[in-house]
């Protein structure tokens, strides 16, 4: 009888003792993974944040380089027609919003948006200033019409995008 109260009193602090080791070993290896995970962590925020600021970045850039004023004066000459202007500043317009379209994965959504409804603004502003001139006439005529058309406006359309843009890029600080 002795025997085996010595059996079970051994099983008993074996199990004890296993059970305590596997807890420990347990522990400890959760606190590894979570360690692990939060360098992994931050290593992809190392990586990834300069890539957002500088996504954000060639977003404004992109957005002040289609603002009609900045835009007209880089592209406009005067031997060209109004015609040519108008489809001149469009081209401009398709182009820089192609060169930055990869862009998108570093803002959000709605900020996006908020972009494309820029570029869309100001194609809609050169056009309807484009509808009422002669297409033959020199391009100084489209580019008085733009102007008149942003005084009329107030706020350039791009000035809500930018605005997103740079409420975001504060939030990663």
Do not use: C
Not at 21 to 31: I, K
Not at 36 to 41: D, F, P, S, T, V
Not at 143 to 165: C, H, M, N, R, Y
Request: aromatic content about 6%.
């Amino acid at each position: 009888m002795e025997s085996v109260f010595i059996i079970v009193l051994s099983i008993a602090s074996a199990l004890l003792v296993f059970g305590a080791v596997f807890f420990v070993l347990n522990r400890m290896l959760q606190h590894e993974d979570r360690k692990r995970q939060m360098e992994l962590l931050a290593n992809t925020r190392r990586i990834t944040i300069p890539m957002r600021l500088q996504a954000y970045e060639r977003l404004i850039l992109f957005l002040e380089r289609i603002s009609p004023d900045t835009m007209i004066m880089r592209v406009r000459n005067d031997a060209v027609t109004n015609a040519d202007l108008h489809l001149l500043l469009l081209k401009t317009i398709r182009s820089e919003f192609e060169h930055n379209i990869s862009q998108q994965l570093y803002v959000g959504s709605q900020t996006w948006e908020l972009i494309k409804l820029a570029k869309e603004g100001i194609a809609t502003l050169i056009n309807d200033a484009a509808k009422v001139l002669n297409p033959n006439d020199p391009s100084i005529n489209l580019s008085k019409a733009i102007f008149d058309k942003l005084v009329e406006l107030g706020e350039l359309p791009t000035a809500q995008a930018i605005e997103s843009l740079k409420k975001e890029a504060r939030q990663i600080f």
